[in-house]
């Protein structure tokens, strides 16, 4: 195995162990039905967000490591769009989706008894919306990444 098919192989791998907790991580809190088990479906998504931020962060590393390798990689369109929109994905953490899970996570701090606060259905919608945005766009470079339509 070359160098080169190490790295496909750890990138495919980052792909399934980042991406795939990272399309759940909405399911683990949208079924809860009271404070108990809302808290303790963010505990868990919160222990999925580490295989996305660990797989996420391999998957940028060895993606530009193969582009370093194959320069003919940044001529391609797929892959050069991947990379732009892996990067916007990226950014989605600090700059929506942060802003919107921090709130969430004092009100869920602070709540008390087994109802869930009203206000945290108008919250989640918001962060969901943002959550399920960046999964459309990691599914657009999946699909880019199998393809290699241009």
């Not at 931020?53 to 797929?78: K, R």
Request: hydrophobic share 55%.
């Amino acid at each position: 195995m070359s160098f080169y098919e190490l790295l496909i192989f750890i990138h495919i791998f980052s792909a399934i162990v980042g991406m795939g907790p990272g399309f759940m991580m909405i399911l683990t809190v949208s079924k809860a039905s009271n404070l108990t088990e809302l808290k303790h479906s963010y505990r868990i998504r919160n222990q999925l967000h580490i295989f996305t931020m660990v797989g996420g962060t391999l998957l940028l590393i060895t993606g530009l490591l193969m582009g370093a390798i194959n320069n003919s990689l940044f001529h391609q369109g797929w892959y050069v769009t991947s990379l732009v929109l892996f990067l916007i994905a990226l950014a989605f953490g600090p700059l929506l989706l942060s802003p919107r899970s921090k709130p969430i996570k004092q009100l869920l701090k602070s709540a008390e008894g087994e109802e869930i606060p009203a206000e945290y259905e108008e919250m989640s919608k918001k962060l969901f919306f943002f959550e399920r945005l960046e999964n459309l766009i990691f599914l657009v470079i999946i699909a880019l990444m199998i393809l290699k339509p241009f």
